[in-house]
Nanobody, 129 residues
Framework: EVQLVESGGGSVQAGGSLRLSCTAS????????MGWFRQAPGKEREGVSC????????????????RFTISTDIAEKKTYLQMNSLEPEDTAVYCWAADPYYYC??????????????WGQGTQVTVSS
């Protein structure tokens, strides 16, 4: 059974930083694409960033480029999303996702919901102005 544990959400003021993390079963880090998606109230889910574990190919949405960094620690079985220079518009529930077949890259994008097999429960990020 796959076990996923997300953490790191919270409330910060604009300009602050948070680091989201997801700990997953070890096998998920072998040849998987892992990504972070977010959904704000009244808005559709959008891809924020993803990484492919085979070659560390990454994708960043334009609205987070230069501010967010995705990374993995295979030994710790964790995926991180370091979020700096947070803005009120970043307020949303952030969810981690993983899939053994999707290839994440800047040209492919983060992918759609149905392209990811595994999903975390989500963690709230609130940025106040």
């Amino acid at each position: 059974e796959v076990q996923l544990v997300e953490s790191g959400g919270g409330s910060v003021q604009a300009g602050g930083s948070l680091r989201l993390s997801c700990t997953a079963s070890e096998f998920i880090f072998s040849d998987f694409a892992m990504g972070w998606f977010r959904q704000a109230p009244g808005k559709e889910r959008e891809g924020v960033s993803c990484i492919t574990s085979t070659d560390n190919s990454t994708y960043y949405a334009d609205f987070v480029k230069g501010r967010f960094t995705i990374s993995t620690d295979i030994a710790e079985k964790k995926t991180y999303l370091q979020m700096n220079s947070l803005e009120p518009e970043d307020t949303a529930v952030y969810c981690w996702a993983a899939d053994p077949y999707y290839y994440c890259s800047q040209s492919n994008g983060a992918g759609e919901r149905d392209e990811y097999e595994y999903w975390g429960q989500g963690t709230q990020v609130t940025v106040s102005s």
